[in-house]
C-alpha cells in the first residue's frame, strides 16, 4: 500500500472527480429553471431525513469558480459534473429552451478549460422535469422522445468543447429507488412502474447515445452503472441461487440488453413482464456500442434466501448484523469489492474500457481547529486505488478512477448527514475546508 504511486497506472489513465447537479448547485428556481422531480419530492414531509431539501446546497451555482479552482488545486485533471435537464428545458421538451441555463454551463465549461480541467458531462442524474413526470415519467414511453430532444440540446449547445459525454447515471438505483421502492422521487412503487421504467430507461439510453454519437462523432461517449460484488450468506443452494438472483438485478439488468445480451430474465420470472412493452424493431434499439462503461462501486452485499421477499426470494444481510467495518450509510467497508467487480466486468467482451467514475465513503468528520482529519476516508481510497491497480495489471480494461465527491453534498434521502467529500463544506456559511483524504489525493496525483 505504501508503494502505491500514480505513475504504475500509466499515462493515459484518467484521474477525476464526481459530482450530479441536484447535490450542489442549489439555485433551485434560479434564471428560468423549471422543477424536477428532487425538486418536488423534497418538499414533501418524510421523505428526506430532517427534513432537508436541496433549494440552496452547496450553491455551486453561484460558487462554480471556486470549486473548480478547488479541482485545480488538488491537481485533478477530471471534473465530473452532470446538467439539470430543468435549467435546460424547463417544462422538460424542446418548446422553451432555457438559454440562460445554457449559458450557465457554457460558462462552467469555459472556466474548467481556462483552469487546465477536462470536463466530463452527465446528461442525466436523476433530476427529470416534474411536468414529465406528471405525464407518467419514465413509465410512459414518450419519455425516449422527450429524453433523445433534451440529449439533442445537449450536444448541439455544448459539444465543441465537450468530448466525454456520460448518458445516464446508475439506471438501476433510480428507477429501483424510485420505481419501484418510493424512497427516492418521484416515489413510485411497485412492479407496475418498474417494469416499464426499465425497459423505457434503456430504450432512453441508447436512443441518447445514438443521437451524440449523430451529432458528436468524435465524442467520447459512455453510459455508468452502479454494481455491488455479491456473495451468497452460505454455500447451501438456496442462498447461493438467492445471490444470483441479486446479482441479476443489482448488476447485470441494465448492461446486458445494452451489450446486445438482451435481459436476463430467465431466472427472475416477473422480469418477463418486460415483454408487454416491447414493440417492433426494440430488439435493435437496445443496443449501443459505448466507448466506455462507467462502474460505480461503494461496497459489497451478503445476500440470503428469503421466502417472504417478493420477486426475488432473497434479502441482504445488513453489514450491520454482520459486525464488519461500515460507513455512515452503513455499507461495509470492503475494497476488494472493487476488484471482484472489475473483473466480472471485464469478463463481457463487448466492454471495450472501463472507468470507475464513483467510488469514495461518507465517514463523521469534524472541524478541529480549522481543519479536517479524516484518515479512514483516506485510507479508503487508497485502498480501493489499490485494488484497482491490481485489476489493471490482471488485465482488466480499467482506463480510470474518479472520485465520489468533491464537496459533502445532498446525499438524496439521506440529506446532509453523510458527508461523502474530498472537501467539506459548512452548509451555513458555504466556507469550504479540504479535508486530510483531498490533500491526500491531490498528492498522490502529483505523484507524491
Same mark, same amino acid.
Given at each position: ?5 500514480r505513475?504504475l497506472? $500509466? ?9 450530479a ?5 442549489g ?8 422543477? &424536477?422531480?428532487?425538486?418536488?419530492f ?11 431539501h ?6 455551486f ?19 465530473r ?7 435546460i428545458?424547463?417544462?422538460g ?5 432555457n ?19 477536462e ?5 442525466y ?5 416534474? &411536468?414529465?413526470?406528471?405525464? $407518467?415519467?419514465w413509465?410512459n414511453r ?6 433523445t ?5 445537449c450536444a ?9 459525454w ?23 412503487t $411497485?412492479?407496475?412502474?418498474?417494469v ?22 468524435g ?5 455508468t ?8 450468506? &452460505?454455500?447451501?443452494k438456496?442462498?447461493? =441461487? ?13 448492461? =446486458? ?5 438482451g435481459?436476463?430474465?430467465? =431466472? ?15 430488439e ?12 460505480q ?8 434466501? &428469503?421466502?417472504?421477499?417478493p ?17 455512515v ?5 470492503y ?9 466480472k ?17 461518507a465517514?463523521?468528520d ?11 476516508r483516506?485510507?479508503?481510497?487508497k ?10 495489471? =490482471?488485465g482488466?480494461?480499467v482506463?480510470?478512477?474518479f ?22 463544506v459548512?452548509?451555513e ?11 491526500w489525493?491531490a ?5 507524491r
Amino acid at each position: 500500500m505504501d508503494k502505491l504511486n500514480r505513475s504504475l497506472f $500509466g499515462d493515459d489513465f484518467q484521474w477525476g472527480v464526481s459530482t450530479a447537479a441536484f447535490q450542489i448547485e442549489g439555485a433551485c428556481a434560479a434564471d428560468g429553471k423549471g422543477e &424536477s422531480i428532487w425538486d418536488a419530492f423534497t418538499a414533501k414531509k418524510g421523505k428526506v431525513s430532517n427534513g432537508h431539501h436541496a433549494q440552496i446546497a452547496c450553491d455551486f451555482y453561484n460558487n462554480y469558480k471556486a470549486d473548480i479552482d478547488l479541482v485545480k488545486q488538488l491537481n485533478i485533471p477530471n471534473f465530473r459534473f452532470s446538467i439539470s435537464w430543468t435549467r435546460i428545458l424547463p417544462n422538460g421538451t424542446t418548446d422553451w429552451v432555457n438559454m440562460a441555463g445554457v449559458a450557465y454551463y457554457q460558462r462552467i465549461i469555459d472556466y474548467c478549460l481556462e483552469q487546465g480541467v477536462e470536463p466530463w458531462i452527465t446528461i442525466y442524474h436523476w433530476d427529470i422535469p416534474q &411536468s414529465l413526470e406528471a405525464k $407518467g415519467g419514465w413509465t410512459n414511453r414518450e419519455i425516449v422522445e422527450w429524453f433523445t430532444d433534451y440529449v439533442a440540446v445537449c450536444a448541439q449547445q455544448f459539444g465543441n468543447r465537450v468530448k466525454h459525454w456520460m448518458v445516464m447515471n446508475e439506471p438501476s438505483v433510480f428507477t429501483g429507488a424510485g420505481y419501484f421502492f418510493g424512497i427516492h422521487a418521484p416515489g413510485r412503487t $411497485g412492479i407496475k412502474n418498474f417494469v416499464p421504467a426499465i425497459h423505457h430507461v434503456v430504450l432512453g439510453m441508447v436512443a441518447g447515445a445514438k443521437k451524440l454519437r449523430a451529432l458528436l462523432p468524435g465524442a467520447n461517449i459512455g453510459t455508468t452503472f452502479s454494481c455491488s460484488h455479491i456473495e451468497p450468506y &452460505s454455500d447451501k443452494k438456496k442462498d447461493i =441461487e438467492a445471490a444470483n438472483r441479486a446479482d441479476i438485478l443489482i448488476n447485470r439488468l441494465f448492461i =446486458e440488453p445494452v451489450l446486445g445480451l438482451g435481459y436476463p430474465m430467465d =431466472e427472475i420470472p416477473v422480469l418477463k413482464e418486460l415483454k408487454k412493452y416491447f414493440k417492433p424493431g426494440d430488439e435493435a434499439n437496445l443496443h449501443f456500442d459505448f466507448d466506455f462503461i462507467g462502474l460505480q462501486n461503494y461496497t459489497r452485499e451478503i445476500v440470503k434466501y &428469503s421466502f417472504f421477499t417478493p420477486y426475488v426470494g432473497a434479502k441482504l444481510i445488513k453489514a450491520e448484523n454482520r459486525k464488519v467495518e461500515t460507513t455512515v450509510m452503513g455499507w461495509e467497508v470492503y475494497p476488494r469489492s472493487i476488484y471482484d467487480i472489475l473483473k466480472k466486468f471485464s469478463a463481457y467482451p463487448q466492454i471495450k474500457k472501463i472507468l470507475i467514475t464513483e467510488n469514495g465513503a461518507a465517514f463523521p468528520d469534524e472541524v478541529k481547529d480549522g481543519e479536517v482529519n479524516d484518515p479512514r476516508r483516506t485510507d479508503y481510497i487508497k485502498a480501493n486505488i489499490a485494488q484497482v491497480l491490481k485489476a489493471k495489471q =490482471e488485465g482488466c480494461r480499467v482506463h480510470g478512477y474518479f472520485v465520489w465527491t468533491l464537496t459533502d453534498n445532498f446525499e438524496w434521502a439521506e440529506g446532509y448527514h453523510p458527508r461523502f467529500g474530498l472537501i467539506h463544506v459548512d452548509f451555513e456559511t458555504q466556507k469550504r475546508i479540504i479535508k486530510g483524504s483531498g490533500k491526500w489525493y491531490a498528492g498522490f496525483l502529483a505523484g507524491r
